[in-house]
């Protein structure tokens, strides 16, 4: 099924949603969450979870700070072996359709 909004407005009508379910009696809550649910195309349980998510804050990529495995030298090695594994396939795939 095709999502009705895009995922940046889902999450942002999620957080404003979340808190005006939290402080609902039972039968407006259910309401917010029928017409929720029309809105963002997410099936009830997903809704539900969503809004039970402590964090309203959105996520950044993680990074990450490794050193380097290879030297430039070693990296253009293993550059040039990749691609004669690579040239080697193609060949045995041409001897292999005759």
């Given amino acids: 099924m095709e999502p009705k909004i895009t995922k940046a407005v889902r999450d942002e009508s999620a957080c404003v949603v979340r ?7 039972i039968e407006y809550r259910r309401r917010i969450l029928s ?6 195309g997410y099936h009830l349980k ?3 979870e969503v809004w039970n998510w402590e964090t309203t804050e959105p ?3 993680r990074t990450h700070n490794r050193v380097p495995l290879y ?5 253009q090695a293993l550059i040039v072996m990749r691609e004669a594994s690579d ?5 045995s ?3 292999a359709r005759r």
């Fill in 19 to 25: 808190r005006r379910y939290r402080t609902a009696t």
């Fill in 35 to 40: 017409k929720f649910i029309a809105v963002s």
């Fill in 46 to 48: 997903c809704a539900i």
């Fill in 59 to 61: 996520k950044t990529p």
């Fill in 71 to 75: 030297d430039e030298a070693a990296r």
């Fill in 87 to 91: 040239l080697l396939q193609v060949v």
């Fill in 93 to 95: 795939r041409a001897r």
